[in-house]
């Protein structure tokens, strides 16, 4: 708050993560106790259509519970934040799919890591499911184009999905593209 006043902003654009429910939360907070306008530039979630076999999950928790059973191979699309909570389900071969290598190992009993930055392709998406013998995967509802091509990818091959729902935001102004949340700015400044 007394940054805001301070810096004498006038306008808040939150364009972080769909998952980073605690900064975002933050700036509605901020923005409703400052009274600065605020919006939030987003991509759309995905959405399920046919041919998709995806069991929609609310926390991280819950898609290491929703592995229980039987062993298979799984990629781990999901970040390195929450690998070490996928411990708890051992007998399953990890594939995890990270942007950077890991600092340290990730504490997986079996895993294997491929190091890859999107946007992914479709073709890229299909070769690596096929060639790590991909059984299910478990991935966050982050929206947009640069990595949907696993869900096209799943949904030829018949894999079904943990999808990991987004967390649930405070009530807030959203707009899914930069020319949006600029002509908003354009009517508030």
């Known amino acids: 708050m007394a940054f805001l006043a301070q810096e004498r902003i006038t306008h808040i654009i939150d364009a972080t993560h769909p998952f980073a429910a605690q900064m975002s939360a933050n700036v509605v907070a901020a923005a409703a106790q400052s009274g600065v306008k605020a919006i939030a530039l987003t991509r759309p979630a995905w959405q399920a259509v046919d041919g998709d076999q995806w069991q929609s999950v609310g926390t991280v928790d819950k898609a290491v519970s929703a592995l229980a059973g039987p062993p298979q191979r799984v990629l781990l699309a999901i970040g390195r934040m929450h690998l070490a909570a996928f411990a ?80 649930h935001l405070p009530s807030r102004l959203e707009a899914h593209t930069v020319d949006d949340v600029m002509s908003w700015l354009g009517d508030h400044y």
């Open 88 to 167: 708890a389900q051992p007998q399953h071969h990890y594939v995890l799919r990270l942007v950077d290598p890991p600092a340290s190992p990730p504490s997986l009993a079996d895993y294997t890591a491929v190091i890859d930055r999107g946007p992914f392709t479709l073709a890229g998406d299909l070769a690596l499911l096929e060639t790590q013998r991909i059984e299910r995967i478990v991935c966050k509802n982050s929206g947009g184009e640069g990595a949907a091509s696993k869900l096209t990818a799943a949904r030829r091959l018949g894999l079904p999905v943990v999808m990991i729902e987004r967390p």
